[in-house]
């Protein structure tokens, strides 16, 4: 007789896998669009609600661009690309992309720290925008090819990340005011002579600031390098070594604010400037003509 539990089986196993794909299809479209309509600064970006006077990049120190504060003392209007841990070639991606989609921005600000160290675990986080960026596909596939694959086997894989969490936070949010609102406790401070924060310079990565430079020189662009305040009495080890080879490689002077903000209250941390700190430091580059 015909022995039906192989071919019930079988049917079981199709339509089990077929549910799971069909549902990891539809959650990545519905996350997608949740990216999509997000307030988040690279949603805004890929959606056509970016375009600014001013455009401003770096690491987690370029978030003392404090947008709200660089229009009022401008006039002019800003978007900011900087996230925490953004190396440099993330950097010229999303300043690349930028300059495909918006006319040229008069001004863009870059602080040459994030040309310390790749971030490999950061730039597979930018999954989520691969459908609006071949440069940022390409991108990862160079960075983790593993990632790169898993995000083509599955749609869900692709909102697995921190930047997808962000994306989530300011659904219905500006994410202009992005500063440290905070005073470095007394206790740290008093430490401050013991710490210290090593540079890891790359060259791959001053390639790609000199990239960028070039890139948006031949827009018409203005641009400023600058390192931004740190706490007083800490030691960042090699950063004259950065600041001499971003010059050499871009031909432009890099303004040195490392040490302009005197006052420990400024900080959040040792890195850091509060929101006090990041308005007496963009003064400052008002002052200086670093800002039009």
């Given at each position: 007789?015909?022995?039906?539990?192989?071919?019930?089986?079988?049917?079981?196993?199709?339509?089990?896998?077929?549910?799971?794909?069909?549902?990891?299809?539809?959650?990545?479209?519905?996350?997608?669009?949740?990216?999509?309509?997000?307030?988040?600064?690279?949603?805004?970006?890929?959606?056509?609600?970016?375009?600014?006077?001013?455009?401003?990049?770096?690491?987690?120190?370029?978030?003392?661009?404090?947008?709200?504060?660089?229009e009022a003392i401008t006039g002019l209007s800003t978007f900011n690309l900087s996230y925490n841990g953004l190396?440099?070639?993330?950097?010229?991606?999303?300043?690349?992309?930028?300059?495909?989609?918006?006319?040229?921005p008069g001004t863009l600000v870059i602080d040459i720290t994030a040309c310390d160290r790749p971030n490999k675990s950061l730039i597979t986080s930018f999954l989520p925008y691969t459908a609006h960026s071949q440069r940022l596909d390409t991108l990862i596939h160079q960075a983790d090819t593993s990632a790169w694959y898993g995000a083509r086997v599955s749609a869900l894989f692709r909102f697995n990340n921190e930047v997808f969490q962000r994306a989530l936070y300011y659904r219905n949010r500006s994410d202009a005011d992005w500063l440290l609102d905070r005073v470095i406790a007394p206790q740290l401070l008093a430490n401050v002579a013991q710490e210290h924060y090593d540079l890891d310079i790359?060259?791959?990565?001053?390639?790609?600031?000199?990239?960028?430079?070039?890139?948006?020189?031949?827009?018409?662009?203005?641009?400023?390098?600058?390192?931004?305040?740190?706490?007083?009495g800490f030691r960042v080890l090699n950063l004259d070594t950065l600041k001499t080879a971003a010059e050499q490689i871009t031909g432009l002077t890099v303004h040195d604010y490392r040490a302009a903000l005197t006052d420990p209250g400024l900080f959040g941390d040792f890195m850091h400037p509060n929101r006090k700190g990041a308005f007496a430091y963009l003064d400052l580059l008002k002052k200086d003509g670093v800002l039009p």
């Open positions: 007789t015909f022995n039906s539990e192989p071919m019930k089986h079988t049917i079981w196993f199709l339509a089990f896998f077929l549910v799971l794909f069909a549902g990891d299809r539809l959650g990545g479209a519905w996350m997608q669009k949740q990216t999509d309509d997000s307030q988040f600064r690279y949603s805004r970006l890929y959606d056509a609600r970016a375009g600014a006077d001013i455009l401003l990049l770096g690491n987690s120190r370029g978030l003392a661009f404090y947008q709200p504060r660089i190396p440099m070639d993330l950097g010229k991606v999303l300043t690349l992309d930028y300059l495909d989609r918006y006319p040229a790359s060259d791959y990565l001053l390639s790609q600031l000199a990239e960028t430079v070039a890139a948006a020189q031949a827009k018409g662009v203005r641009v400023q390098l600058v390192i931004g305040p740190y706490c007083p």
